[in-house]
């Protein structure tokens, strides 16, 4: 009976701890897994309990008890070997899904990565272009701007040298009025002598 019961532990053990690895590797995904875990919990079926829990019923004979408890220890073994490689089977299954699915999230990131680097490109392009349309019409203002002050400075030039060929002009037409050196003595002279003609 008590090896039954350690049977029993065992089994309940191994149970557990299936559950634990189930549940901290479902913890760590929980987003990603959500639905898979709702999934499979509406599609879950259960087995149908074991036959050889309660029913060990002790033989009279001592060698019969150990000959159906080593047939019952096979039977438990085979079981528990046939429910790890399930459970290796399908958790592989699992990791084959989830690598799929992050192969598949890797190529979708990896394409708007790319259209998210080709737009960006376009954008620079285009700012590009634009810098490039405003350079050149700033180049252009600033040579009209040129153009107009080497315009307004030859126009000044002119001016002024026009108002110099008139003052020349005038220094020359009022020069022949002036007196020559020599006779300037005589005409002071004249001037203080007769200084009503002035």
């Not at 090896?3 to 309940?12: D, M």
């Not at 309660?54 to 159906?68: L, Y």
């Not at 399930?86 to 990896?110: F, G, N, P, T």
């Amino acid at each position: 009976m008590s090896f039954c019961n350690k049977l029993s532990r065992i089994a309940r053990q191994s149970e557990k701890h299936s559950s634990i690895i189930i549940a901290s590797s479902s913890l760590k995904s929980f987003s990603s897994e959500a639905t898979h875990h709702r999934y499979h919990q509406e599609t879950h079926s259960f087995l149908e309990p074991e036959s050889y829990i309660n029913s060990w019923e002790p033989p009279r004979d001592p060698k019969e008890a150990e000959r159906m408890l080593a047939q019952l220890r096979r039977d438990y073994a085979k079981k528990v070997s046939m429910y790890r490689k399930d459970y290796v089977h399908e958790i592989e299954m699992l990791r084959v899904e989830k690598q799929r699915k992050d192969e598949a999230r890797l190529v979708a990131e990896r394409a708007a990565n790319e259209e998210r680097r080709r737009l960006k490109a376009e954008a620079a392009k285009v700012r590009a272009e634009e810098r490039k349309v405003f350079q050149e019409e700033f180049r252009r203002t600033l040579m009209k701007e040129r153009e107009e002050k080497l315009e307004f400075w030859r126009m000044t030039g002119l001016k002024r040298e026009e108002k110099k060929k008139d003052k020349k002009k005038l220094l020359h037409e009022q020069s022949s009025l002036w007196i020559e050196p020599k006779e300037l003595e005589k005409k002071i002279t004249e001037a203080l002598v007769e200084s009503t003609t002035l």
